[in-house]
Nanobody
Framework: QVQLVESGGGLVQAGGSLRLSCAAS????????MAWFRQAPGKERDFVAG????????YYADSVKGRFTISRDNAKNTVDLQMNSLRPEDTAAYYC?????????????????WGQGTQVTISS
């Protein structure tokens, strides 16, 4: 099993920045991709960004391209999400996900493990 713990959420004004971090523990050798999803109240869980372990290939939702950057540190078993130029519509609970296959894409079915989430609130 793999455990994922997110941190770094909070309340910021529009235009500001936040950095989320996700720490993986347990059978981390089985992780080949990691990603961030988000879910706003009353809405479905949406893909934000993903990264493959073997080649660092990244994927981004159109809504965050140019503003968010996903990065990983395999030695520390962490994946970060740097979020800049934040907008009120970025408000959501952000979830870290990890998968046993080299995927990194937008389908939640590509991921086997999920964190508990961290809240991000952007004020206008």
């Amino acid at each position: 099993q793999v455990q994922l713990v997110e941190s770094g959420g909070g309340l910021v004004q529009a235009g500001g920045s936040l950095r989320l971090s996700c720490a993986a523990s347990g059978r981390t050798f089985s992780i080949y991709s990691m990603a961030w999803f988000r879910q706003a109240p009353g809405k479905e869980r949406d893909f934000v960004a993903g990264i493959r372990r073997n080649d660092d290939h990244t994927y981004y939702a159109d809504s965050v391209k140019g503003r968010f950057t996903i990065s990983r540190d395999n030695a520390k078993n962490t994946v970060d999400l740097q979020m800049n130029s934040l907008r009120p519509e970025d408000t959501a609970a952000y979830y870290c996900a990890a998968g046993r296959y080299s995927y990194g894409g937008p389908s939640y079915r590509g991921y086997d493990y999920w964190g508990q989430g961290t809240q991000v609130t952007i004020s206008s």
